[in-house]
């Protein structure tokens, strides 16, 4: 019998989908969490700074870039990327590198261990400059104050907004019901999302990486597999083998 996951983010669960499909695992979407955009009005402040700034963009989430392209326009930041040659880029991870490639930026510095203190410790290895975030609601302060306190210049915009669903999503009685192999949470803010629901989940828990797997353990949960690659295909391999490893 073919397993069963929950995917739970706001938007983008195509990719997992597809990773999981291609080994056999089916999957149910269903959004804990509603990403919505920030005000158009902070993007343009941020695509101003980057028309003259000597700065690091740096991305640390799909969001980030895909919702500041949205709200200036996908044509006109690629404009300002292309145009100021003293930009330069780094990515918390591939998937957030790749967005980045879209855009067409070949050189972007990647940490070997996607996290944000990978990617804080390897721009602290560049000389002290300043860098342009955009960032969400909730989205963890690591990088602008470790920045920051090693002497940089640091202008963050909320560019999209992420928080919880305001009613029960219908999944949460399927998971009451054992319905689901596991469940996959890939943030922080899922997480919470999830216990506001269903504090105490049977349902075998898979983190998208380790912040989001700690902040699971911090609220009480039992994590039963993460992964440090939270590509769609690295999340997909950890699953299979767990899910193998209980048969």
Request: proline fraction near 4%.
């Amino acid at each position: 019998m073919r397993k069963k996951i929950l995917l739970t983010r706001g938007i983008g669960n195509e990719r997992d989908t597809q990773a999981l499909q291609n080994l056999g695992i089916d999957t149910v979407s269903e959004s804990f969490t509603q990403i919505t955009a920030g005000q158009e009005s902070d993007a343009h402040e941020l695509l101003a700074l980057a028309e003259s700034f000597t700065a690091w963009v740096v991305i640390t989430s799909i969001n980030a870039i895909d919702f500041w392209g949205e709200l200036v326009g996908v044509c006109e930041l690629k404009k300002v990327f292309d145009s100021n040659s003293q930009l330069n880029f780094a990515a918390v991870g591939e998937s957030s590198a790749a967005a980045l490639r879209a855009y067409g930026q070949t050189e972007i510095k990647i940490p070997v261990i996607p996290s944000a203190e990978g990617l804080l410790d390897l721009l602290l290895k560049e000389s002290s400059s300043s860098a342009l975030i955009p960032t969400g609601n909730l989205a963890r302060k690591v990088i602008p104050y470790g920045l920051r306190e090693a002497g940089w210049n640091v202008e963050t915009r909320v560019v999209y907004k992420n928080d919880p669903v305001t009613t029960a999503p219908r999944s949460i009685r399927a998971l009451e019901r054992d319905e689901f192999d596991g469940i996959l949470l890939r943030s922080p803010s899922a997480v919470r999302a999830l216990i506001s629901f269903l504090p105490k989940p049977n349902t075998a828990i898979f983190c998208g990486g380790t912040t989001t797997a700690d902040q699971a353990r911090e609220l009480g949960l039992t994590v039963t597999g993460v992964t440090d690659n939270p590509t769609p295909e690295g999340i997909a391999k950890m699953i299979s083998e767990k899910l193998k490893g209980s048969q």
